[in-house]
């Protein structure tokens, strides 16, 4: 398994570099994309999900809402506490993101043979059902 470690993080530095581009902080992009692409959530669940304290997360959030990537609005179900929101605008940075780094991964394996590329694909669909299966439990 120390394979897979050592590759995950050298794709990940790998495609991270285009991440310069959306201009946002790598701290902003990644608590929007918890936003984004899993929907809203209260502070302390976006802190949770981040893995930090809700007093990181409340200053980044303040200046996020400052710069008009996310809004807070009423929880439905709970008067004391807001949910946060992505805003277009983040959603524009975060799928901009996301077509680079995917760019940035085509690249990359384009020289590959097609059956490689295959594996590659059943590799990564065996890793989301590992991840999948883990978070379920």
Known sequence: MSSIHSAAIHL???VRVVDEEMGITPARA??????????????TELAQAEQVTTATMSRLVSAMEAERLIRREPHDEDARSMR???TAKAQRILERG??????????????LSAADRATVDRAAA???????ASSAS
């Not at 990644?30 to 929907?39: D, K, T």
């Not at 065996?126 to 999948?132: D, K, S, V």
């Open 12 to 14: 990940l530095r790998r």
């Open 30 to 43: 990644s608590a929007l994309s918890v936003l984004v692409f899993g929907g809203p959530r209260t502070l």
């Open 84 to 86: 946060l929101h992505a």
């Open 98 to 111: 996301r077509a680079l780094r995917e760019q940035e991964l085509e690249a990359l394996f384009e020289p």
């Open 126 to 132: 065996i890793i989301e059902r590992c991840l999948a």
